[in-house]
């Protein structure tokens, strides 16, 4: 009997959170300094905030190895690391 009375407790209390309203948080307007001052969770939020801007670098990064840019110019320029650039995304 009590693990039945458990099991509803647990769904009425995650229905209670799951069904209202929560807030969101645009993580990509909040600055880098105010983002590591959330200690264990900072990491998570900066890779999320700048996943997309690396994502962009490699593409454009590879982009300028295919038109004929040496690797040592296109490392200086994006600040990549060569594993990066030249794995083979096949």
């Known amino acids: 009997m009590r693990a039945a009375f458990d099991k509803n407790a647990e769904f009425a209390t ?3 959170y799951l069904s209202s309203p929560f807030p969101l948080v645009d993580i990509t307007v909040v600055p880098d300094d105010e983002i590591v001052q959330h200690r264990r969770i900072a990491l ?3 890779m999320q905030k700048h ?5 962009e670098a490699l593409r ?5 190895l295919a038109d ?4 040592d110019t296109v490392l200086r320029i994006t600040g990549l690391p060569e594993a990066d650039i ?3 995304n096949h």
């Open 51 to 55: 996943i997309r801007q690396r994502a």
């Open 86 to 88: 030249t794995v083979n």
């Open 68 to 71: 004929g840019m040496a690797l």
């Open 44 to 46: 998570l939020e900066l």
């Open 60 to 64: 454009i990064a590879r982009t300028m």
């Open 14 to 16: 995650g229905r209670r």
